[in-house]
């Protein structure tokens, strides 16, 4: 694990570009054990990436980084071990390694993301902390991102009925972001357990946060949305969650009121919809495995071109032409994809050329 917390700090090396230099070595150590030669040799690198490996290497104490990580109270782990959360190694764009301090998620345990709006209504807000309550009473843990409003809701109601939840940060784990969650912050890493794929250190920077909501729906069996906007976080993380195969669920709310379009929105391209939380957490609790409906993308053998397509369509009808104008691809190129990508069953043509997603 060593030589993969060295990886995980390169300067510039991105979590795709890991994956890619890991195509070429088995693992963290090899690829710390080649040659400066054998590095520049790797194919689909750029000199000033492989420049930066070279000079980390140089400078990189493994010991040293290894027991500052301890000394601090974070725990490391990386997809190459076993303690890795299964859930997450089939994902689209897994994280190379997580830092987290308390623990991971139970694997044995159903865990359901809760997330929403910042600024939540009261109605969100009493939802949401009802909600993770009710499920925490059935032993299903709550995962959610530490952000304001319906976040904290949700945390916050698990913790309230003794239940435990992970919040998913996008910054490094020894940062409370923000500031004014710091009592929650401790409260998660006593009963549960705050988690990210950036080193220590890391600021909350914005493109962190579309990036992190991959990893909450990933660690999820079911994501739920309670308040969100037209244009909100929360329905990047149910775009993440259908991608992954997950099952979706949105708290309706009154059609003008803005933090219930995205909700409404969600419901009208066939999220499933909460009418009663209580019930709802009983099925849940109630119901068998969840782990089946996980779809692995890599076994299924989607090409780039289908997934490009694949994500592209919803479950509402999307016209060829409109495929056309935001793939790039031509009309004969996008109608054979459009066929195999049907074939293996992931898009269905509802009326002639239009397309909806059927995973």
């Known amino acids: 694990m060593k030589y993969a917390l060295w990886l995980s700090n390169v300067p510039g090396i991105t979590n795709g570009k890991i994956h890619h230099l890991l195509e070429s070595c088995s693992c963290a150590r090899e690829l710390y054990g080649l040659s400066d030669q054998q590095l520049y040799n790797i194919e689909g690198m750029d000199a000033k990436d492989i420049e930066s490996l070279v000079e980390s290497r140089k400078n990189w104490n493994l010991e040293k980084a290894w027991n500052d990580l301890c000394e601090k109270g974070v725990s490391f782990v990386s997809i190459e071990q076993e303690g890795y959360p299964k859930r997450l190694r089939n994902i689209i764009d897994p994280p190379y390694a997580l830092y987290y301090k308390g623990k991971l998620p139970d694997p044995n345990k159903k865990s359901v993301a809760i997330v929403g709006a910042r600024g939540r209504s009261q109605y969100g807000s009493t939802a ?123 708290l309706p709310g009154r059609i003008f009121d803005s933090l219930s379009e995205g909700c409404n929105h969600l419901i009208s391209q066939g999220a499933g919809i909460i009418t009663n939380i209580s019930e709802f957490a009983k099925g849940l609790g109630n119901s068998g495995d969840f782990s089946f409906r996980q779809t692995d993308f890599k076994k299924i053998l989607l090409e780039k071109d289908e997934l490009l397509v694949y994500s592209l369509l919803d479950f509402a009808p999307t016209g060829i032409g409109t495929l056309v104008e935001k793939s790039g691809f031509s009309l004969m190129e996008l109608l054979s994809i459009l066929e195999r990508t049907e074939q293996k069953g992931f898009i269905k043509e509802m009326i002639p050329n239009y397309y909806v997603r059927c995973l």
């Not at 959610?144 to 309230?160: E, P, Q, V």
């Not at 009963?191 to 990036?211: D, N």
Request: hydrophobic share 35%.
């Open 128 to 250: 949401a902390s009802q909600l993770a309550g009710e499920l925490a009473g059935q032993g299903i843990e709550v995962i959610s991102g530490l952000a304001r409003g319906i976040d904290s809701d949700g945390h916050m109601g698990a913790l309230n009925a003794g239940g435990s939840t992970y919040g998913v940060l996008g910054c490094g784990v020894d940062i409370c972001y923000p500031r004014q969650n710091r009592y929650l912050y401790d409260k998660i890493c006593e009963k549960g357990g705050v988690i990210s794929e950036y080193p220590l250190g890391s600021e909350a920077i914005a493109w962190h946060f579309p990036e992190r909501n991959r990893i909450i729906s990933g660690l999820s069996d079911v994501v739920v949305v309670i308040e969100a906007r037209k244009k909100s976080g929360s329905l990047i993380t149910a775009d993440h969650a259908m991608e992954q195969g997950k099952d979706v669920y949105a």
